[in-house]
């Protein structure tokens, strides 16, 4: 089954605008989708699916968990309990290698996989394979 990259939008929320970058090419050359909106922080990701008034794709949200102000734990505690929370996907994107990073994020009903920097074009194939099973 083809990714059908307008039923999915793919927020990338990194504070390293380089990361972002990169990674939004990535995700379009392997073809997740060509909806790629990019945050440095989880608060400016918060405001924007505040301004949504529903959704009619996946939202599949690449989060880094180290972030300053509001970090990566604080975007999925609001998550959590977001009205839109049944379309959010999310993938974490860190740079940590602590296996209690790992833990405590896949206790999060919606992380569906943890990636540790630097993300090769593998683990964004893996993405795709994610957002292909969505349908």
């Known amino acids: 089954m083809a990714t059908n990259s307008k039923s999915v939008e793919v927020l990338l929320v ?65 998550l959590e309990r977001h009205p839109l929370n049944p379309w959010f996907i999310v993938v974490i994107v860190t740079s940590s290698i602590d296996r209690s990073d790992e833990q405590k994020a896949r206790s999060y009903p919606l992380v569906v996989d943890f990636l540790v920097k630097p993300v090769d074009r593998a683990g964004f194939e893996g993405i795709k394979a994610i957002v292909e099973r969505l349908g």
Not at 22 to 46: H, P, Q
């Open 14 to 78: 990194d504070d390293d605008p380089m990361f972002n970058l990169i990674s939004k090419t990535i995700v379009r050359n392997v073809g997740i989708s060509d909806r790629v909106v990019e945050f440095t922080g989880g608060r400016a990701l918060l405001a924007y699916l505040d301004r949504y008034a529903a959704a009619d794709r996946h939202l599949v949200i690449l989060l880094d968990i180290n972030m300053p102000v509001v970090s990566g734990w604080d975007v999925l505690d609001v």
